[in-house]
């Protein structure tokens, strides 16, 4: 599986950015990768990696972290196989390199089984 992500830049806070993630590939599970969970983590420097956002390619299900619910949004565009978050209302402690990840449900998010390469946000104040 290859995660492909790309999206990120410079904002000022207050501002708004958005990350895609387009997905490819065959699982070694065996399993459609449809079946997966898609989702995004961030990394700040001197941090560890935390867990963002995700969603499921069927049904759609979402889950946020507490710290960026109300201000992110993440969605999935089926025929594209691409997942997208919309970041809104950006605040400098926003800014991390984003990581594209997919696990097997949506339950065990945490539990990443591929990884994209990460794209850097940076909010200025």
């Known amino acids: 599986v290859q995660l492909q992500a790309s999206g990120g830049g410079l904002v000022q806070a207050g501002g708004s950015l958005r990350l895609s993630c387009e997905a490819s590939?065959?699982?070694?599970?065996?399993?459609?990768?449809?079946?997966?969970?898609m989702g995004w983590f961030r990394q700040a420097p001197g941090k560890e990696r935390e867990f963002v956002a995700a969603t499921s390619w069927i049904g759609g299900s979402t889950e946020y972290a507490d710290s960026v619910k109300g201000r992110f949004t993440i969605s999935r565009d089926i025929a594209k196989n691409t997942v997208y978050l919309q970041m809104n209302s950006l605040k400098p402690e926003d800014t991390a390199i984003y990581y594209c990840?997919?696990?097997?449900?949506?339950?065990?998010?945490?539990?990443?089984?591929?990884w994209g390469q990460g794209t850097q946000v940076t909010v200025s104040s």
């Open positions: 590939g065959r699982t070694t599970s065996g399993r459609a990768l449809s079946s997966y969970a």
């Open positions: 990840a997919s696990s097997k449900s949506l339950a065990t998010m945490t539990l990443v089984d591929y």
